[in-house]
């Protein structure tokens, strides 16, 4: 069975800092799919980053990058420069019927 | 954001009645899904489908049924609500090339309250 755990329920960051979420997953597929998904209070559901277990480079979207670990089945998600706007409950989850982590609630200091 | 949409955003409705949650997108996207999602919980896929006339049954079981008759709509009705069926029910497309995976977006979501 496919497995996705993200261990930290809540997480704060000041803002302008940096910060690391955090998810390890099990899964015995060879190909798949690693995506962080954002929900913003009472908002839609988005893509933040995701990434494909074939490639090795991690993927980096403008502020928010990855650091994909396949042997260790870790894959955290770094946010650079943090903005207010980025409050909100961070999910990771595996591929292909999307398996969701808990989700970490993060929040933004100014 | 996505051409997603979710009907009704929030649906307070007493014990027994039928409801029909609708999903709807305008990006031709073959795949479609159900979540529920418990607040501040992780998400559960309960339905999905890969195209017209297509549905499976995700891993969380659920009583609701769904039906993909038209690419772009895929509704889930609930024949008898009960309070057990208070969540946010989320709906979700995908392009679905062949071969894995590919990204979902997401509607708002319906925040059902059944009393």
Sequence with gaps: AQT???SQPEMSVQEAETVTLSCTYDTSESDYYLFWYKQPP????????????YKQQNATENRFSVNFQKAAKSFSLKISDSQLG???MYFCALSDKLIF?????????? | EADIYQTPRYLVIGTGKKITLECSQTMGHDKMYWYQQDPGMELHLIHYS????STEK???????????IRTEHFPLTLESARPSHTSQYLCASSVGLAGHTDTQYFGPGTRLTVL
């Design chain 1, 4 to 6: 996705v755990t993200q």
């Design chain 2, 50 to 53: 890969y195209g017209v006339n």
């Design chain 1, 101 to 110: 982590g808990t989700g970490t609630r993060l929040q933004v200091f100014p």
């Design chain 2, 58 to 68: 995700g891993d969380l079981s659920s009583e609701s049924t769904v039906s993909r």
């Design chain 1, 86 to 88: 980025d409050a909100a």
């Design chain 1, 42 to 53: 009472s908002r839609q559901m988005i893509l933040v980053i995701r990434q494909e277990a």
